[in-house]
C-alpha cells in the first residue's frame, strides 16, 4: 500500500505557471506507475497525464501537451507536476494516483491509490 500526499496547488493568474508535488509513503515508490488527475465541479475526473516507474515514458492529454510536463525523482518519493501558460479551464482539483499497472494508464479506474487533491485556480 502506498499513501499519497499532494501540495502545490493555489490561486494564479492566467498565463502563469505552478508546480505540483506528490510524495509517497509506504511500499516502494519506484514500483508505482505515477498519474494527474483533475477534477471540475459538477465534472468527470480527467486524465492529466501519466508516467512509467523509472520516469523513462510520458503521456499526456492532448489539452494538457506542450504546457504541462511529468516527472519524478525516485530517491525522493516524489512525483511532479510542472503546469505552465495556465488557462481559466485547467482549474480544477489535481490528484496524483499510484497503480502497479504497465499499459494504458489514463482511467482513474486503473488506479489504485489516490491523493487528496489540491486545488489549483487559474484567473482570467
Known amino acids: 500500500q502506498v499513501q499519497l500526499v499532494e501540495s502545490g496547488g493555489g490561486l494564479v493568474q492566467a498565463g502563469g505557471s505552478l508546480r505540483l508535488s506528490c510524495v509517497a509513503s509506504?511500499?516502494?515508490?519506484?514500483?508505482?506507475?505515477m498519474g494527474w488527475f483533475r477534477q471540475a465541479p459538477g465534472k468527470e475526473r480527467d486524465f492529466v497525464a501519466r508516467?512509467?516507474?523509472?520516469?523513462?515514458?510520458?503521456y499526456y492529454a492532448d489539452s494538457v501537451k506542450g504546457r504541462f510536463t511529468i516527472s519524478r525523482d525516485n530517491s525522493k518519493n516524489t512525483v511532479y507536476l510542472q503546469m505552465n501558460s495556465l488557462k481559466p479551464e485547467d482549474t480544477a482539483v489535481y490528484y496524483c494516483?499510484?497503480?502497479?499497472?504497465?499499459?494504458?494508464?489514463?482511467?482513474?479506474?486503473?488506479?489504485?491509490?489516490w491523493g487528496q487533491g489540491t486545488q489549483v485556480t487559474v484567473s482570467s
Open positions: 494516483a499510484a497503480d502497479l499497472g504497465y499499459s494504458g494508464g489514463y482511467s482513474p479506474n486503473e488506479y489504485d491509490y
Open positions: 509506504g511500499r516502494t515508490f519506484s514500483m508505482y506507475r
Open positions: 508516467i512509467n516507474r523509472s520516469g523513462g515514458s510520458t
